[in-house]
Structures are given as C-alpha cells and as structure tokens.
C-alpha cells in the first residue's frame, strides 16, 4: 500500500513538473501565429518578398520577356482575377482567368494611351461562365512617356482595387526609371570608351606602321613580330564585347604597345615591369590602364620638348623610364605608373580632372577616373603625384572582388 501511494505520489509530482514546464515556456515565449510575427508583420513580409522577385525582370525594361517574369508576381501584390502588361502597341502579357479578354485590350485603352490618365471599364463578355466584369487600366510612365499599361481585372467595381492598381503601376514605374538610367549608364561606358578609342592617334598607327617597315628589310623577323603585336594590340583595342577585362589582358595590351613605341623610339625609352601573379585575374574596368601608360609616354617622350629650355637641358640624353607596378594589397590591387617625364603643373592637373581641360586636352586622364569612381566609388578615383619637371606617378587601387565586375 505505501509502494502504492509512493507511486502515485510520484506520478502527482511528475504532472505538477511537467505543466509547470509548459506554463513557464508559453510565459517566456507566447505562441505566434506565425514564425515572423503578427498577422500584420507577417503580410508585409509577404508582400515586400514578392515585390522583390517582381523587380529584376522589370529592370530590363518593358519587354514581353520582363512582361512574362514579372506578371505573377504583380497579381498576386494586387491579389486579382488576372492582370495585363502592354506596351504601346500590343499585349505583352496575360496572367490569370478570362484570356480571350486580351483580344480587345488595346482598343479599350488607347485613350489613356494618348492621355496618360487611370480609366476603368466593363468587360462586356459574352461568356456567362467568365469571373472578369470589371478592370482598371493605369499608365506606365517613364519621364512623362506612357510606355505601355497595366490593368487588372475583377469580377465587379472595387475602388480599393483601382487605388491599389495606381499604387503597383507606380512601383513598376521606378523599377522601368531604373532601367533606363542602367541604359544611360550603359551608353555612357560606350562613349566614354569610344572616347578612348578616338585617343589612338592615327599618328601612333602611322608611325607604328612606320617603324615596322624600316625592318622589312634589315630584320624581317623583327618587322614580323612588331607586326603581330600591332595587330593584337588594335584588336583588342576595338574589340566590341564586355565592359570589363582582366589585370591579365590589360597589361599584355599594354606591353603590346610599349613594344610598338619602344620599336620606333629604341634606347630613348627604358620600361620596368613588376606584377604579383595574384593579381592577374582581378577584373577592372575596359581600357582603364592603357592610357595612363600612354600619357607616360607622351608626357615623357614627346613632351620633352614643350619644356623651358633650362628644365629641358640635357633630357635629351636621358631616356625615358616608365615603370609599372600591379602589387598585391591584400583585399585590393594596386596599379602603379611612374614616369620621369616632363610633368604637369598641379594646378592644371585639377582642372582637367574637373573637366576643365578643354576638349582635348587629359582626356584620358579624366576619362579613367570618372569610370573607377563610378564603379568602385568615390574612394577609388586616380591619385596622381606631379610637378613640372618632376615625371608623374599615378596611383590606381583596385578591390579584388566587387559585385557585377567581372573580366570578359
């Protein structure tokens, strides 16, 4: 009898442990009804998460491709029947119920086409069985141009729709802004690289030319080889793909023209070269290195000449030493090009890195630190050290790692 009651008493103890365990777990942690808060939290979250799967497509600008991505995302922010994309000319998508509505679509709104302004219209089907009764078309607009619409539909008039139609047409508007400035950006490189392909002085693939055919006869071998750089060189130099390049092929380009300068130059110009081998795959803006080295040529051999006879004594016998640097810096590259040229007054130098050179004038200069401050940022721009007389070292850091960089 006494095992007995001992082992109800145990079993009483037991059970008081237990729901005092389960009481003290719901008083420190209250049961939600969802893992990332309230009902409210919880939609909000779901909302913000399908806003952005809905974004990158848009990004690309109002395709049938970026159509096609991004509808089901939208109607399901709106939380309709089905929902449309057309651009100005025809229906780029349908997602949902009721298809055969898209045969009507664009005569149903081209006044807001040509107005730009919200419309709301009756379906007007003939299907009896068709849920779609009512929709509301919004513009889609981008820097006061209606680059198409959206509409979505429902099985009858609903205001709160038609606000909410107003509010996902205009997010899907910043998102088409944006990919337009990703065009102007893009258009922008373009030019800028084109401005530095403009650089390539036909004198440069005239005296080029020039030098290798003083060799034709006197060292063949010579004039054939100079000839194979010149031709890697300038296709490189125009090739039409990616805005990016290696560490790698920017200073093969580099050393391809050195060998074409140094061909027409000889002992005037003495050229060092140190590059770590972990650097070599760091990826770096198109371009960005070759006129720097060209500018330590122009300033130290062919500028000698536009020095004050007293700095410019004796030059002539001196030749001309570039030296080139891509040393590794832990999470970054380091680029640097130094030369013992002519020179640059600072005061010059900062204006032409303002952009107040002149057409002509540092482009190249200018050009570079644009591109790096506009890809790594403002932290990245070149640092230049200079004096007249006093040859010019520039100085370009370069992280091993940055999103959407990449080496082509």
């Not at 009483?12 to 939600?32: E, Y």
């Not at 070599?280 to 371009?287: E, S, T």
């Not at 590259?333 to 030369?339: L, T």
Request: contains cysteine; aromatic residues 6%; hydrophobic residues 45%.
């Amino acid at each position: 009898m006494t095992g007995a009651r001992y082992a109800v008493l145990v079993l009483l103890i037991l059970l008081l442990l237990g729901a005092g365990f389960l009481l003290g777990r719901r008083t420190a942690r209250p049961v939600r009804t969802s893992d990332v808060g309230t009902p409210v939290e919880h939609a909000t979250f779901e909302t913000l998460h399908t806003a952005s799967l809905a974004a990158p497509p848009l990004r690309a600008g109002l395709t049938e491709e970026s159509a096609r991505k991004s509808a089901r995302r939208l109607r399901s922010l709106l939380g309709t029947d089905a929902l449309c994309l057309t651009d100005r000319d025809r229906v780029l998508v349908w997602d949902g119920e009721g298809e055969h509505h898209g045969r009507h679509v664009m005569d149903q709104v081209q006044d807001l086409l040509a107005s730009g302004r919200d419309t709301a219209f009756h379906s007007d089907c003939d299907d009896l069985d068709c849920p779609l009764r009512w929709a509301v078309a919004v513009p889609l607009t981008v820097d006061h141009r209606v680059l198409g619409t959206l509409i979505a539909y429902a099985p009858r008039e609903s205001a709160v729709l038609a606000r909410a139609a107003g509010e996902v047409a205009r997010w899907v508007c910043v998102q088409l802004e944006l990919a337009e400035l990703d065009r102007s950006r893009t258009q922008l490189i373009e030019a800028e690289i084109r401005a530095l392909r403009a650089q390539i002085s036909p004198h440069f693939i005239f005296n080029s030319l020039a030098a290798i055919a003083s060799f034709v006869r006197t060292d063949p071998e010579q004039a054939r080889e100079l000839l194979l750089e010149f031709a890697d060189f300038t296709r490189y130099s125009f090739r039409s793909h990616g805005d990016f390049t290696t560490l790698a092929d920017e200073l093969h380009s580099i050393d391809q023209y050195l060998a074409l300068v140094r061909a027409r130059f000889g002992e005037r110009l003495a050229v060092t070269l140190q590059v770590a081998p972990e650097v070599l795959p760091v990826a770096l803006p198109f371009l960005c290195l070759q006129p720097l080295v060209e500018n330590a040529v122009k300033h130290g051999l062919e500028g000698a000449v536009t020095l004050p006879r007293a700095l410019n004594s004796g030059r002539a016998e001196i030749p001309t030493r570039i030296t080139i640097r891509a040393l590794d810096a832990g999470s970054e590259a380091e680029v640097v090009i130094e030369d013992n040229g002519t020179g640059m007054d600072p005061e010059r130098l900062r204006h032409i890195l303002r952009g107040e050179g002149g057409h002509s004038t540092g482009i190249g200069l200018l050009n570079v630190d644009e591109r790096l401050r506009q890809v790594y940022g403002d932290d990245y721009g070149l640092v230049i050290e200079t004096g007249i007389g006093a040859g010019m070292k520039i100085t370009v850091r370069l992280p091993k790692y940055r999103a959407g960089v990449h080496g082509s």
